[in-house]
């Protein structure tokens, strides 16, 4: 029997039939097959290069430019700000007593700690902290540009770019651009809004939001009247009582006012405090100590989600402890404790904010508490609910924000706009606080169903901005035109969100902006701890997407048969371990030396193995 094979054997001798073989050895690959598919001339793992657009220069798009210099490459950026600088709310917000709700320690990035002078730190000291970390880094001119307005973006589907129009303040003008991905970082309290108030516009004294207060105005000796009683409110009133000639104050529904945030580490009663410089000192000589110090207060603000599931045994001491430090801090009296204190829901419905004073002022000589709704403004002061006048020298509305989720501007995809999207009965849906169901390359720092009332906000804006790199280098990578979060999964999410929030205070009958300042609105946050948070945002979850590829096959990204590692100077055995002394991926820089002592070379006959 003989035996055909093709092709012959290379062995044979020269002239005869093996040049049939060193045709085929020889022979070029095709450049594509019978399909018209081609290999891509490029390792795999190249980069193209992508462009993104971000909305606010706040502390989310300080860290996401930080972190793209050290993690990304071929990434463009550009970052649309209204104001004239850096800083979003920290800029915004200049109102007497403005400060953080967390403990400063804690609200700082980890890439940039600092020391800091008060442990709940002022807006100004804030704001210079962040306005550092633009300067250090000359962001401005590198990525923002400051007092340009965006107020249209639109999906164009076949160029696979969000299409954005932008008025520049100071010229008055629209321009137009254009990016694969756009990433709202404008924040969620960052249109203030007026209380619906008959007169309000007739009044002739000096009227101010709180989110647009004159910074420095001199309240001493004036009568002044203060409307609204959530954050901004109890902080305004605990910083003024003592300077104003006369205070007026509304409080038109009960509140839990609790100590704030990390009050075991506090000064007496809950009180903020600034660091003595002997403290300070420690924390510059003992990095490792602050570290503990960090990892302490935040163990605590951790340990806070427990008092906020309904009977619970931390939400059973926490209304008691509240409870009582209400009642003898506004000296039992019979009103305000009516009509204060809430019966029907517990402390954490809303977001408890460090005011210490607060309930002091309200008892002070000076002020006068109206627990009934303004009736009207004159030109000169005010009419209150029983029809008496009072003059007043300056308003201060405290009285929050737009927390309805919808944009100021057009935001269409698929030929929707984000406002009808979510502004009918049903409310907002979200995918996981980061993305907009059936939105393409679309993200936001805390949309919807977000932690909002979990913490410190720092970790959670690097644990965003590090999942929505991945995202992007996936794009990047697998040349992929669009991430479209599923509607049917992003509808399951806010099912299991909606049933798991009625175990908590969130979804109790108080006023919150949580609920767009509802006490019945649509508790749209997010349905577990920050731990809990945090882990499911460790990477992203692809199957929950609909991703389309400028590629008809998948595997194009595959190219040429090379990994960018080979080209790049990372470390071509990185899987065997690291070597360089700082952890860094690079290609080690071996000891030409290691040869002479390990090369089998350099031993005698003995130690040779020989085949037997």
């Given at each position: 029997?003989?035996?055909?094979?093709?092709?012959?054997?290379?062995?044979?001798?020269?002239?005869?039939?093996?040049?049939?073989?060193?045709?085929?050895?020889?022979?070029?690959?095709?450049?594509?097959?019978?399909?018209?598919?081609?290999?891509?001339?490029?390792?795999?793992?190249?980069?193209?290069?992508?462009?993104?657009?971000?909305?606010?220069?706040?502390?989310?798009?300080?860290?996401?430019?930080?972190?793209?210099?050290?993690?990304?490459?071929?990434?463009?950026?550009?970052?649309?700000?209204?104001?004239?600088?850096?800083?979003?709310?920290?800029?915004?917000?200049?109102?007497?007593?403005?400060?953080?709700?967390?403990?400063?320690?804690?609200?700082?990035?980890?890439?940039?700690?600092?020391?800091?002078?008060?442990?709940?730190?002022?807006?100004?000291?804030?704001?210079?902290?962040?306005?550092?970390?633009?300067?250090?880094?000359?962001?401005?001119?590198?990525?923002?540009?400051?007092?340009?307005?965006?107020?249209?973006?639109?999906?164009?589907?076949?160029?696979?770019?969000?299409?954005?129009?932008?008025?520049?303040?100071?010229?008055?003008?629209?321009?137009?651009?254009?990016?694969?991905?756009?990433?709202?970082?404008?924040?969620?309290?960052?249109?203030?809004?007026?209380?619906?108030?008959?007169?309000?516009?007739?009044?002739?004294?000096?009227?101010?939001?709180?989110?647009?207060?004159?910074?420095?105005?001199?309240?001493?000796?004036?009568?002044?009247?203060?409307?609204?009683?959530?954050?901004?409110?109890?902080q305004i009133v605990a910083a003024i009582q003592k300077k104003v000639g006369k205070l007026y104050h509304w409080i038109r529904s009960p509140i839990w006012?609790?100590?704030?945030?990390?009050?075991?580490?506090?000064?007496?009663?809950?009180?903020?405090?600034?660091?003595?410089?002997?403290?300070?000192?420690?924390?510059?000589?003992?990095?490792?100590?602050?570290?503990?110090?960090?990892?302490?207060?935040?163990?605590?603000?951790?340990?806070?989600?427990?008092?906020?599931?309904?009977?619970?045994?931390?939400?059973?001491?926490?209304?008691?402890?509240?409870?009582?430090?209400?009642?003898?801090?506004?000296?039992?009296?019979?009103?305000?404790?009516?009509?204060?204190?809430?019966?029907?829901?517990?402390?954490?419905?809303?977001?408890?904010?460090?005011?210490?004073?607060?309930?002091?002022?309200?008892?002070?000589?000076?002020?006068?508490?109206?627990?009934?709704?303004?009736?009207?403004?004159?030109?000169?002061?005010?009419?209150?609910h029983e029809g008496k006048s009072h003059d007043v020298d300056v308003f201060?509305?405290?009285?929050?924000?737009?927390?309805?989720?919808?944009?100021?501007?057009?935001?269409?995809?698929?030929?929707?706009?984000?406002?009808?999207?979510?502004?009918?009965?049903?409310?907002?849906?979200?995918?996981?606080?980061?993305?907009?169901?059936?939105?393409?390359?679309?993200?936001?720092?805390?949309?919807?169903?977000?932690?909002?009332?979990?913490?410190?906000?720092?970790?959670?804006?690097?644990?965003?901005?590090?999942?929505?790199?991945?995202?992007?280098?996936?794009?990047?990578?697998?040349?992929?035109?669009?991430?479209?979060?599923?509607?049917?999964?992003?509808?399951?999410?806010?099912?299991?969100?909606?049933?798991?929030?009625?175990?908590?205070?969130?979804?109790?009958?108080?006023?919150?902006?949580?609920?767009?300042?509802?006490?019945?609105?649509?508790?749209?946050?997010?349905?577990?701890?920050?731990?809990?948070?945090?882990?499911?945002?460790?990477?992203?979850?692809?199957?929950?997407?609909?991703?389309?590829?400028?590629?008809?096959?998948?595997?194009?990204?595959?190219?040429?048969?090379?990994?960018?590692?080979?080209?790049?100077?990372?470390?071509?055995?990185?899987?065997?371990?690291?070597?360089?002394?700082?952890?860094?991926?690079?290609?080690?820089?071996?000891?030409?030396?290691?040869?002479?002592?390990?090369?089998?070379?350099?031993?005698?006959?003995?130690?040779?193995?020989?085949?037997?």
């Open positions: 029997m003989t035996i055909q094979s093709e092709p012959k054997t290379l062995y044979a001798a020269p002239g005869n039939a093996a040049d049939e073989n060193i045709n085929i050895r020889d022979r070029p690959a095709p450049e594509q097959d019978q399909y018209g598919y081609k290999i891509r001339e490029q390792p795999m793992g190249t980069k193209r290069k992508i462009k993104v657009i971000l909305m606010g220069a706040g502390a989310s798009s300080l860290n996401f430019f930080k972190k793209a210099e050290e993690e990304m490459q071929n990434l463009d950026i550009v970052c649309y700000e209204k104001n004239k600088d850096i800083g979003g709310t920290w800029l915004e917000n200049r109102y007497p007593g403005c400060a953080c709700d967390i403990p400063s320690v804690n609200y700082q990035f980890s890439w940039k700690v600092k020391l800091w002078s008060h442990y709940y730190s002022f807006a100004p000291e804030i704001w210079q902290y962040l306005k550092d970390i633009e300067q250090e880094n000359d962001f401005i001119s590198k990525y923002v540009k400051v007092r340009h307005q965006i107020e249209h973006v639109e999906w164009d589907d076949r160029a696979g770019v969000w299409r954005l129009k932008i008025r520049d303040l100071e010229k008055d003008e629209v321009i137009e651009d254009s990016a694969e991905f756009f990433i709202n970082a404008g924040g969620v309290l960052n249109n203030w809004k007026l209380p619906e108030i008959p007169g309000l516009g007739n009044f002739k004294g000096k009227l101010m939001h709180s989110a647009n207060y004159e910074e420095g105005y001199d309240l001493s000796g004036k009568r002044v009247a203060v409307i609204g009683a959530g954050s901004s409110g109890v006012i609790t100590a704030g945030f990390a009050q075991t580490w506090a000064a007496k009663n809950g009180a903020n405090f600034q660091y003595s410089q002997e403290q300070l000192d420690f924390l510059k000589r003992n990095p490792k100590k602050y570290l503990e110090y960090r990892k302490q207060i935040e163990n605590e603000l951790n340990q806070r989600f427990k008092f906020i599931i309904k009977g619970s045994a931390e939400a059973v001491a926490a209304r008691e402890y509240a409870y009582n430090e209400m009642r003898t801090k506004l000296n039992d009296d019979p009103r305000l404790v009516d009509k204060m204190i809430p019966k029907n829901f517990n402390p954490g419905c809303r977001r408890p904010t460090p005011a210490p004073g607060y309930l002091e002022a309200l008892v002070s000589d000076n002020a006068t508490i109206f627990t009934d709704p303004i009736t009207s403004i004159s030109e000169t002061g005010f009419v209150d201060i509305l405290a009285t929050g924000f737009d927390t309805s989720w919808l944009p100021r501007f057009p935001l269409i995809a698929n030929g929707t706009d984000l406002k009808d999207l979510w502004g009918g009965e049903e409310g907002v849906t979200s995918y996981l606080s980061i993305g907009i169901p059936t939105f393409p390359n679309h993200f936001s720092y805390c949309g919807p169903y977000g932690p909002l009332g979990h913490g410190s906000f720092m970790p959670l804006i690097e644990q965003w901005t590090r999942y929505m790199f991945t995202v992007i280098r996936k794009a990047q990578i697998e040349n992929i035109k669009s991430f479209r979060p599923k509607l049917s999964v992003s509808s399951q999410f806010r099912q299991h969100a909606d049933l798991f929030l009625q175990r908590t205070a969130w979804t109790s009958p108080c006023r919150s902006w949580f609920k767009q300042g509802k006490t019945d609105g649509q508790a749209a946050i997010w349905p577990g701890s920050r731990l809990h948070f945090l882990e499911i945002m460790k990477s992203p979850r692809f199957e929950d997407f609909e991703i389309e590829c400028w590629d008809d096959n998948l595997f194009a990204f595959m190219g040429n048969g090379f990994e960018m590692r080979e080209f790049d100077g990372r470390d071509v055995t990185n899987y065997l371990g690291c070597l360089d002394e700082e952890g860094r991926d690079v290609q080690p820089e071996y000891d030409e030396r290691l040869i002479d002592v390990l090369g089998g070379f350099t031993l005698d006959d003995n130690y040779v193995v020989r085949g037997e």
